[in-house]
C-alpha cells in the first residue's frame, strides 16, 4: 500500500461549488503538506502543518482552507471553486530534521469549469 | 525574494550522453538544497539533500553538488529510464519548511 495516499485522484467540478480533497499517510510524520502544481509555475505551497494544532498558511493560501483531523489525516478545502482552481495537488508528508525529506502522495487532478 | 531557476528546461539526450542539470537560488542562508524526480502522473520521489558548499551525493548515474549559488545534478551515461522532470527546491534558515522549487528540467533519454 502506498505511503501517502490522496482522494479524489480525478475531479470535475463547477464554479462555486465547495469541494474537499483528502489525504491519508502511513509514515507516521508528523509534518504534513498541501501543494497545488501548475504547468511553467512550479509547485507552490499552500498550507502546512507540524501537528494537529499547528496549521499555517503557505505561498498561496487564498481560497483554501485545510484541516488536520488527526495525524494522519490532512484535508484541503476549496470553499467555493473558481477556474484558476484547476492543477494538480499534491500532499506529502515530512521527516523534518535532519533530512527534510519530504514525501508526496499521487496528486489529486482538479478541473473547475 | 528568493528564486529558484532551473536550466535548461528541457534536455534530449542519447542513451549514454552525460550531461548536468543546473539550479541556482538567489538567497544566501541556505539550510538545504533538495533535488526531486518527478514522473508523468506522479508526485515527485525525493533525490537528494545537499546542505554546504562542497557538498556531494551520489545515486546510481546521478550525482549532485552545491555550491553557493547553484546546485549541479550530473547524469553520467542516462539510460531511458532516468527520462522524468528533475525538480530542485530550497529551504532557508526559518525552521518552517517552505520549500520554494524550481519548474524543473524535462529529460527524455533516447536509446
Known amino acids: 500500500d502506498a505511503d501517502v495516499t490522496q482522494t479524489p485522484r480525478n475531479r470535475i467540478t463547477k464554479t462555486g461549488k465547495r469541494i474537499m480533497l483528502e489525504c491519508s499517510q502511513t509514515?507516521?510524520?508528523?509534518?504534513m503538506y498541501w501543494y497545488r502544481q501548475d504547468p511553467g509555475l512550479g509547485l507552490r505551497l499552500i498550507y502546512y502543518?507540524?501537528?494537529?494544532?499547528?496549521?499555517n498558511k503557505g505561498e498561496i493560501s487564498d481560497g483554501y482552507s485545510v484541516s488536520r483531523q488527526a495525524q494522519a489525516k490532512f484535508s484541503l478545502s476549496l470553499e467555493s471553486a473558481i477556474p484558476n482552481q484547476t492543477a494538480l495537488y499534491f500532499c506529502?508528508?515530512?521527516?523534518?530534521?535532519?533530512?527534510?525529506?519530504?514525501?508526496f502522495g499521487p496528486g489529486t487532478r482538479l478541473t473547475v469549469t | 525574494e528568493d528564486q529558484v531557476t532551473q536550466s535548461p528546461e528541457a534536455l534530449r539526450l542519447q542513451e549514454g550522453e552525460s550531461s548536468s542539470l543546473n539550479c541556482s537560488y538567489t538567497?544566501?542562508?541556505?539550510?538545504?538544497l533538495f533535488w526531486y524526480r518527478q514522473d508523468p502522473g506522479k508526485g515527485p520521489e525525493f533525490l537528494f539533500t545537499?546542505?554546504?558548499a562542497g557538498e556531494e551525493k551520489e545515486k546510481e548515474r546521478l550525482k549532485a553538488t552545491l555550491t553557493k549559488k547553484e546546485s549541479f545534478l550530473h547524469i553520467t551515461a542516462p539510460k531511458p529510464e532516468d527520462s522524468a522532470t528533475y525538480l530542485c527546491?530550497?529551504?532557508?534558515?526559518?525552521?518552517?519548511?517552505?520549500?520554494?522549487f524550481g519548474t524543473g528540467t524535462r529529460l527524455q533519454v533516447f536509446p
Open positions: 506529502a508528508t515530512g521527516e523534518g530534521a535532519p533530512t527534510y525529506e519530504q514525501y
Open positions: 538567497v544566501s542562508g541556505l539550510r538545504g
Open positions: 509514515k507516521g510524520h508528523d509534518r
Open positions: 502543518s507540524f501537528d494537529v494544532k499547528d496549521i
Open positions: 527546491a530550497d529551504d532557508f534558515k526559518t525552521n518552517t519548511d517552505k520549500l520554494i
Open positions: 545537499l546542505y554546504s
